[in-house]
């Protein structure tokens, strides 16, 4: 079974940066890619950033230039920098990882409050 655990949520104010972990249990280099969501109030889940094994990286359209998605495969951790923070960013965030045999994984979950 694996497991992402996130950390790193909180509240902020708008404008500033916050850094999201997600930590997996086992080598990250066994995911196609991994990826950041987030799902508002009222609001379907969407796309924040993705990784894939090569380093490709993909983001949601309202997020590019603020956000930046890394991993570190030492560590089997997938980050995501969050600057210039607004308070449509506030959300739950999740942590995603999808298998070779396409499984989908998912963690419990972050809040992100911006809000002044």
């Known amino acids: 079974q694996v497991q992402l655990v996130e950390s790193g949520g909180g509240l902020v104010q708008p404008g500033g940066s916050l850094r999201l972990s997600c930590a997996a249990s086992r080598n990250i280099f066994t995911f196609t890619t991994m990826g950041w969501y987030r799902q508002a109030p009222g609001k379907e889940r969407e796309l924040v950033a993705a990784?894939?094994?090569?380093?490709?990286?993909n983001y949601g359209d309202s997020v590019k230039g603020r956000f930046t998605i890394s991993r570190d495969n030492g560590k089997n951790t997938v980050y995501l920098q969050m600057n210039s923070l607004r308070p449509e960013d506030t959300a739950v965030y999740y942590c995603?990882?999808?298998?070779?045999?396409?499984?989908?994984?998912w963690g419990q979950g972050t809040q992100i409050t911006v809000s002044s």
């Open positions: 995603n990882a999808e298998s070779v045999a396409a499984l989908d994984y």
């Open positions: 990784i894939n094994r090569d380093g490709g990286t």
